[in-house]
């Protein structure tokens, strides 16, 4: 029976205290060239926002990041920001960083993903649908303009960490800015990473295994260090899940 291969999985969980990671979709906004503070404001389901923890004194709090976790089929998301001063921050969209080895940090592995359908309260986002073209975007680096994939219209951006697309935005000081788009994993390979202490354990599983994560999440997940972190999961309702979606 297939299922029994998960066996090895929940064995971690049980074992004690482990942490889920699935891969990224990440957006910066970046106030530093005009020296615009970003307020962060409201954090998408699942996902966090802050500002730049790695940069120095005020520029820290000129830089903000959004994270949420990515799966094989589109979801929408947004979240929102406050600048102080009215002037032009950059949008920098693109996938987590990601080291592909921990003793050579400087070497990422790229997690790629698809956007499309941006729109944007108390800002303007020209060609958010990426419609024949990434008209108003800069893309950097191996960032594509993808003709036949989309969300709801062919034409998106394929994009990681180091291959960003970017584009301006015009805010006004003290009003809050709302960003909402569309993200998935570029691939349709969906691994799952889960780490231990002194561990770590990655498996590649179909489409459909989100969903069992995100069920997992809902019954286990905790934040208040700063990650994800997964306590016990009762057997009998990950399994449930991994079985409505093999079921589909
Ligand atoms: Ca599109």
Known sequence: MKLKSFGPIFAFFILGVASLFPDNARIDVDGRDQGIKLLPGSRPAHGRIENAGWLQGDLKDQDLMVEIPAGVEWASASFSFTPEKDGVVSMNVK????MKDV???EILKPIWILYDDFTARNAEIKNGGFAGSAEGWSLKGEAQFVEDRGHDKPGCA?????APAIRNLAVKGGKEVTVSFWFRRASDESP????TIG???HANWLPGWLSLVEDLADV???EQLGA???RRIPR????GAARRQQSR
Do not use: D
């Open 95 to 98: 996938g987590e960083w990601h």
């Open 103 to 105: 003793s050579h940090p």
């Open 158 to 162: 394929k994009v990681w960490h180091n």
């Open 192 to 195: 799952l990473r889960i780490f």
């Open 199 to 201: 561990h770590s354990f």
């Open 220 to 222: 286990t997940v905790h």
């Open 228 to 230: 994800l972190h997964a």
């Open 236 to 239: 009998h309702s990950a399994l």
